[in-house]
């Protein structure tokens, strides 16, 4: 079954110079379960890459993504455990790309909210899809099942927010 807007979990809009997406999730743990998902080394490569973050304002986010993407080395922004992280998610002399991790109890488990903040370009879609696969990861890792991306969600949702952004805003990069 094919994704359209109606089944992404999270909405896509222009806010100033920004291209703003929040994806989110419902997590049948508590939120320093989930918070321990976002942080620790052992449970980021589960789900996300390789690396390290160091859990304080200034603290480095170090990931590796091998082959298949650009070493990330940014800088928090925010941090408070169990709550928020913010941080950039580009590399090198790459657009600034922040995000921020909400973390918001919900009975006994959490609801889980990933805002990105984008420049209005053609890589939108790509970010936000590869971000809603990541996603699919982590509800799984949650599980104790290791999956590999997603690439058929990945192409189905790169779609979908595609026309997101078509029916909230005409972004220019749409039109080519």
């Not at 690439?151 to 005409?170: D, V």
Request: glycine content about 8%; overall charge negative; charged content about 25%.
């Amino acid at each position: 079954m094919a994704l359209d807007a109606d089944d992404i979990q999270g909405n896509i809009w222009r806010e100033g110079e920004w291209v703003v997406a929040r994806l989110q999730r419902k997590i049948g743990y508590a939120p320093e379960v989930v918070w321990k998902m976002l942080t620790d080394s052992v449970c980021l490569s589960q789900w996300l890459a390789p690396g390290t973050l160091e859990q304080e304002r200034g603290g480095r986010v170090k990931l590796d993504f091998g082959n298949s993407g650009t070493p990330i080395d940014c800088r928090i922004s925010a941090c408070e455990p169990h709550c928020l992280l913010a941080y950039s998610w580009s590399a090198g002399d790459d657009p600034e790309r922040p995000l921020v991790w909400e973390l918001s109890p919900d009975g006994g488990g959490t609801i889980l909210t990933l805002t990105l903040f984008l420049p209005d370009d053609e890589l939108i879609a790509i970010a936000c899809a590869g971000w809603d696969a990541h996603l699919e990861m982590l509800m799984a890792a949650m599980e104790g099942i290791r999956i590999s991306f997603p690439a058929a969600r990945f192409h189905e949702s790169r779609s979908a927010f595609a026309e997101l952004a078509r029916k909230n805003w005409q972004p220019e990069w749409a039109e080519r």
